[in-house]
């Protein structure tokens, strides 16, 4: 008896998402492509080359005391201020190998600035990256701001494990179809 009650209950859930789905088209993909076959780079060899700037800005807002620490370069670890900012740069120049569909770029120049704010237990990290390439540095300049946030929380989680990253987000783009965007 109580396995026709649960069958009854399906099929009654059945009959609903039947309902819910007559006259909605049905994406059909062919049989024997798959999850990976409809994913691809996009195709930029069409484009022409020219200058790309973006800057990107993140945060990592921490304890005062820890804030001090790093700005003192009292850790343990070393200089977390000129490490951050080279993870930075090393981050932009490797987004191509992080993000799946990134194309490789000829960046021209990676400038990551850090500027403490007291008030806000925080570090504010701006990253600057520019290439003369067929399509845009943005996820550079995030990447490289999101990889020196996390060279510092990496550097001073002995100290402080509720640091918070966030929020990073793009500031500027110049060049490309586009055209240019600011926050």
Known sequence: MVAKIKKTQA???ERRV?????????????????DADRISMVNVAHKGETLRVAEARGKITMALETLDLVLQDKLPKGNVLVTAKLAGIQAAKKTAEIVPLCHPLRITAVEIDIVPDKNQAALLITAKVSARDRTGVEMEALTAVAVACLTIYDMAKAFDQRMVIGPIHLLSKTGGKSGPFRW
Not at 18 to 34: I, N, T, W, Y
């Open 11 to 13: 099929s009654g859930e």
């Open 18 to 34: 039947r309902r819910s789905l007559r006259g909605k088209k049905k994406k059909s993909f062919p049989a024997e492509k798959s």
